[in-house]
């Protein structure tokens, strides 16, 4: 199983900007595809954004604009940078990989442990 390892989280004021890393431990160029989804306090887990394994990223609805995916595959990591936060953007960030099938139907998946992102003046 592939591990997942999510670091970048903490707490921010509103504004801030915030670049969550997942790192895997296998090249993610073998992994189907990655993502981020976020758990708000009460709130069920929610999908932000999606990278294939060829690069191309995509966000949620209610993530485009302030979120944006990218990664590096030399350090086998996936990013997510958040801008001007919200208090409403405050939650447990977890990384997501489908390492066969796809996001919506995986057949082998792996989540990592989450990152809290913490946003408050």
């Known amino acids: 199983q592939v591990q997942l390892v999510e670091s970048g989280g903490g707490l921010v004021q509103p504004g801030e900007s915030l670049r969550l890393s997942c790192t895997a431990s296998?090249?993610?160029?073998?992994?189907?595809?990655m993502a981020w989804y976020r758990q708000a306090p009460g709130k069920q887990r929610e999908l932000v954004a999606t990278i294939t394994s060829d690069g191309k990223g995509d966000r949620a609805d209610g993530a485009k604009g302030r979120f944006s995916i990218s990664r590096d595959i030399d350090k086998n990591t996936i990013y997510l940078q958040i801008n001007t936060l919200k208090v409403e953007d405050t939650a447990v960030y977890y990384c997501?990989?489908?390492?066969?099938?796809?996001?919506?139907?995986?057949?082998?998946?792996?989540w990592g442990q989450g990152t809290q992102v913490t946003v408050s003046s």
């Open positions: 997501y990989a489908a390492t066969l099938g796809s996001i919506w139907a995986p057949l082998a998946d792996s």
């Open positions: 296998v090249n993610i160029r073998s992994i189907n595809a």
